[in-house]
């Protein structure tokens, strides 16, 4: 049985910080790229961010970039992403979603095989 356990969210003032987790199981994390989207209420779902499977090559929507980071640890089944300078903006619920040996189109939802129950984060201003 597949897995995906996010943490990490929470509330924050505007420019402060935070560390999301993603822990997999049930499945052969180094096969699969993993990525971050987030949903705010009555708005769809959308990309944030992605990491190929070795964590060479990192993906960006334009809103994030120089904000987030996206980092993984094979050994540990965990994807992070680190937010930095965050905006009230940024509210929304976050998932982490799985791509099973994909290396491109990742900033689609279609790209994705499993998905996290999401966590929140509410930033204030």
């Known amino acids: 049985q597949v897995q995906l356990v996010e943490s990490g969210g929470g509330l924050v003032q505007d420019g402060g910080s935070l560390r999301l987790s993603c822990t997999a199981s049930?499945?052969?994390?180094?096969?699969?790229?993993m990525g971050w989207f987030r949903q705010a209420p009555g708005k769809e779902r959308d990309f944030v961010a992605a990491i190929n499977w070795s964590g060479i090559s990192t993906y960006y929507a334009d809103p994030v970039k120089g904000r987030f980071t996206i980092s993984r640890d094979n050994a540990k089944n965990t994807v992070w992403l680190q937010m930095n300078s965050l905006e009230p903006e940024d509210t929304a619920v976050y998932y982490c979603?799985?791509?099973?040996?994909?290396?491109?189109?990742?900033?689609?939802?279609?790209?994705?095989?499993?998905w996290g129950q999401g966590t929140q984060v509410t930033v204030s201003s």
């Open positions: 979603a799985t791509a099973y040996r994909r290396n491109s189109g990742l900033e689609l939802r279609g790209s994705y095989d499993y």
């Open positions: 049930g499945i052969t994390f180094s096969r699969y790229a």
